[in-house]
Each structure stands twice: as structure tokens, then as C-alpha cells.
């Protein structure tokens, strides 16, 4: 960091191809929109409880913006009485979209008349943590990684920050002040970098910008150790730090770490030294390798439901990591070489497309539903149907409480079976056999009259 103006050191073309990966990942994400996956694990409970309760979600109090940044579409349809299923988890999943979009918009903006290559950092975040938990969309650990990177490259740029970047920085920083716990991690390498500004650049804009952002971090910390201290549900606590090393099984998480940690390397390589350069990035493609023939030679793997939810614990390590190899660089200047740049494109186009290619798993689940509601039974046990636990290829890849709701969801708008989780554990957060729910959204065949009459009944065809 230098007060000191510096030139830019990559040209229009880098940005356009950083702008083009962004776009490649905004289709894989359409493409499971339309495959429904962001109603995977927690996706269909906050849904429904949008639905159900006419606002939003409110799980966590220490996770609330996350919740205003994904669910305020959702929430404004149900406020002005849509009621079409279909066109509803379509407006859910342009919120969760939505702060993708804001995130990489505020980071070409943050690297305006800086280093275009800086845009590396977050489309490597992208490929090395938020499309491995892909199973958990909705999830708050998400947007915190997301909106990690603009926050880095405002407090990253060279120059003092001018009074509409200083508000825009306040306007992120207060919305990362709840988001997720592990905030307390990167808000420690953002203080950091903070207390380095005060000390670099002395005007008192400068000075008056930096010490509201570092009052807002000193919030962003205290909550989120207040609320690891004392969790919302030790439980889930418990769970987080059990699947820390579930990770070495993950072949996705083992790749990309490795892939990011050797571009990285290169990356911080003196530009002197171009040839080991230009090398060390082409040994990151190893990894790549070695996984698309894995992937090839045993058709028997996919990543988990399981395997997915546990890589939310990357976002102590992967992110951190790569906030650090962003400091590195802008202070020492290092450049990007276009064998990087090519290299760090082919890796994310090959974990890109196997990550789609994993997809058919999640249809195969949804399918299995879509046949279900056709069932003559009121109430289907799951152990009755495909989806139950002695198939193993589509029970790793669904969850085990949330099924009424998705076979509700997946009714096609007249509910003539749900299907109930094992009867071990809970229904999910109601019980159909007692209770039903999004009435205002959905028809129920006459038999279910029984549960409650105060429901709307389909139009029979038969």
C-alpha cells in the first residue's frame, strides 16, 4: 500500500475475462435455480417460512442481514399477494443471486484506476467455497463471502478513499456487522489493513472514513464473538466444528484449495523471475488434472449433500487465505501473468462444468418427488418410496427433514400425498399429520379435509 498513486497494472481485456467468468457463474447458477437446488437443506424452510408468515425469516438474530440481503424480493412479492408457487421460488432465487450481483459490481468499482487483476480474488472465493456448498445456497455463509471482496478491495485500493467510496464502505461494513459468526476472522485482517491506511495516507477525510469503519469492524467482531461464545444452537456449533475434517474427503475442496494455494504462490513470485513464473502457474493446473481423471475413472463419486453442508468450514480457511495473498500482492506489487490468467480459466471452467455435471443427482431427487405427489396415500412414508435410506445414491443427496415441505413445494399446486421423513426423527418444522400449512398458496385434495377443513380443495378430474 503506498500513498502513492500507482498506474494500473492490467489491461481492459483482464477485466472483460474476469467479467466473463462472473458471468459463467451467474449461468451455473441459473442453471440450478431451474433445477430448484436452492431449495435444498434450508432453502425450502426459509421459504416456507416467508410464505407462511408474510415477512422474513428471522432464524438468527446475528444472521438478520443476510436475511434482509437474500429474502427482500421474496418478502416484497408475498407483501403485494403473489401467490404462484413457481413464480415465487423463481423471485427467491434472484434474491439469492442478488448479492453475487451487488458483491462483483462494488469490486469492479472498488478496482476502478487500480490492478484489474485484483478481480482474481473474488471469482477464485466463487470457485474455492461458495459453489462447493451449493447444496446450501440460502445459507448466510454465503453472502459473507461474497461481500468479504468488495470490502477488501476498497480498504486494498492505493489511493485515499474519496467520500462516496467512504460511504459505500460504511454501508457494507454495517450490513457485515450480522451476517455470519465467522465474520470475527476476516474483521480481524480488515482492522489490519485499516490501522495500515491510518498510517499511510494522514488527511483527515481519510482518517474520519477509516475510524467509522474501524468503530463498525469493532461491532462486527463483538457480535460475532458474543454469538460464538453463546450460539444460537450449540448444536449447529457442535456440527461446524465436526465437519472441519470431513474436508479430506471432499475431492472439489482438496482441488480447488490446492489449485488457488499454487496460483497464488505464483502470483507472489517476483516479476523478475518470469520463467519460474510462467511455471509455477502451470504446475497449478496438476491438481486439475489429477481431478478430472479421478472424477473420469470413478463415475461412482459426486460430492455429498453432506460433503457440501461440511465446506461451509472453508470460510475460515479458504477465505482468510486468500485475503492474505491479496495483501501480498498489492504491496508488492506482483502482477498476474496472462499463463495465469489462462491457467486459473481452465481450472474454473473444469470445476465449473463437473459441478454442473453433479447436478443430475439433485434431478434425480426431485424427480423421485414429482412421482411421489401422484401417489394414492395421504401421508408416504419415504422408506416407501425410491428416496428412502436403502438407496444410497439419491439418500446422499437429499436431507432427512425436509421432505414434507418439498413434496408440498413440488405438489405441482394440488396436494394429493406428502411425504413424511422416517419416523425416527422430527417431520421437519411441522407435521402435516397435524397441521397444514401455505394454504394461501396451495389447493389440498379433499381427504385432507380431515387434518383441517379450513383448506381449499382441487378440482377433481378424474
Given amino acids: 500500500m503506498s500513498s502513492k498513486?500507482?498506474?494500473?497494472?492490467a489491461t481492459v481485456p483482464v477485466e472483460r475475462t474476469f467479467v466473463l467468468l462472473f458471468v459463467i457463474l451467474s449461468l451455473s447458477l441459473f442453471f440450478k435455480f431451474w433445477a430448484d437446488k436452492h431449495l435444498s437443506l434450508d432453502g425450502v424452510n426459509y421459504f416456507f417460512n416467508v410464505l407462511e408468515n408474510k415477512g422474513f425469516a428471522n432464524i438468527a438474530w446475528s444472521r438478520r442481514f443476510t436475511e434482509y440481503l437474500t429474502e427482500w424480493p421474496l418478502v416484497l412479492a408475498v407483501t403485494l399477494d403473489f401467490t404462484d408457487l413457481d413464480l415465487l421460488m423463481d423471485v427467491f432465487a434472484l434474491g439469492i443471486y442478488f448479492p453475487y450481483l451487488v458483491s462483483f459490481l462494488l469490486c469492479v468499482y472498488a478496482v476502478k484506476g487500480e490492478?484489474?487483476?485484483?478481480?482474481?480474488?473474488?471469482?477464485?472465493?466463487?470457485?474455492?467455497?461458495?459453489?462447493?456448498s451449493d447444496y446450501?445456497?440460502?445459507?448466510d455463509h454465503h453472502v459473507l463471502a461474497v461481500m468479504t471482496w468488495p470490502i477488501l478491495l476498497m480498504l486494498m485500493r492505493t489511493q485515499p478513499l474519496k467520500w462516496l467510496e467512504g460511504v459505500i464502505l460504511w454501508c457494507m461494513l454495517a450490513a457485515y456487522t450480522r451476517m455470519y459468526e465467522t465474520a470475527v476472522l476476516t474483521a480481524g485482517i480488515f482492522l489490519f489493513i485499516a490501522f495500515a491506511r491510518l498510517y499511510?495516507?494522514?488527511?483527515?477525510r481519510e482518517r474520519f472514513i477509516i475510524g467509522v469503519a474501524v468503530v463498525l469492524l469493532g461491532i462486527v467482531a463483538f457480535i460475532a464473538i458474543q454469538y460464538i461464545i453463546d450460539p444460537r444452537s450449540p448444536q449447529n456449533l457442535g456440527a461446524f466444528l465436526d465437519s472441519i475434517w470431513v474436508n479430506r474427503r471432499n475431492w472439489e475442496a482438496v482441488t480447488t484449495s490446492t489449485f488457488l494455494a499454487l496460483l497464488g504462490v505464483a502470483w507472489l513470485i517476483s516479476d523478475a523471475r518470469k520463467n519460474l513464473k510462467t511455471l509455477w502457474s502451470v504446475f497449478a493446473l496438476i491438481p486439475i488434472g489429477v481431478y478430472a481423471y479421478m472424477r473420469m475413472s470413478h463415475?461412482?463419486?459426486?460430492?455429498?449433500a453432506h460433503l457440501s453442508f461440511s465446506s461451509r468450514t472453508l470460510i475460515g480457511l479458504v477465505i482468510p487465505g486468500l485475503m492474505l495473498v491479496c495483501i501480498l500482492v498489492v504491496l508488492g506489487r506482483r502482477k498476474l501473468t496472462a499463463t495465469g490468467i489462462n491457467v486459473f480459466v481452465i481450472g474454473f471452467f473444469v470445476m465449473t462444468l463437473f459441478n454442473l455435471y453433479d447436478l443430475r443427482h439433485w434431478t434425480a431427487v426431485?424427480?423421485?418427488?414429482?412421482?411421489?405427489a401422484a401417489s394414492s396415500e395421504m401421508f408416504?412414508?419415504?422408506?416407501?418410496t425410491p428416496l428412502g435410506d436403502g438407496n444410497l445414491e439419491l439418500r446422499h443427496h437429499r436431507w432427512s427433514w425436509n421432505n414434507p415441505l418439498l413434496s408440498l413445494i413440488w405438489a405441482g399446486g394440488c396436494v394429493r400425498t406428502i411425504v413424511l421423513n422416517n419416523p425416527h426423527g422430527p417431520q421437519g418444522p411441522f407435521d402435516p399429520r397435524d397441521r397444514l400449512v401455505l394454504k394461501r398458496y396451495l389447493k389440498y385434495d379433499a381427504s385432507f379435509q380431515a387434518v383441517d377443513p379450513t383448506v381449499t380443495t382441487c378440482v377433481n378430474t378424474d
Fill in 5 to 9: 498513486t500507482s498506474p494500473a497494472t
Fill in 115 to 132: 490492478n484489474k487483476s485484483l478481480l482474481w480474488f473474488p471469482l477464485a472465493g466463487y470457485l474455492g467455497f461458495n459453489t462447493l
Fill in 136 to 139: 446450501d445456497m440460502i445459507a
Fill in 200 to 204: 499511510v495516507f494522514r488527511s483527515s
Fill in 299 to 304: 463415475p461412482e463419486y459426486a460430492i455429498t
Fill in 366 to 372: 426431485r424427480a423421485e418427488f414429482w412421482k411421489a
Fill in 380 to 384: 408416504l412414508p419415504i422408506d416407501q
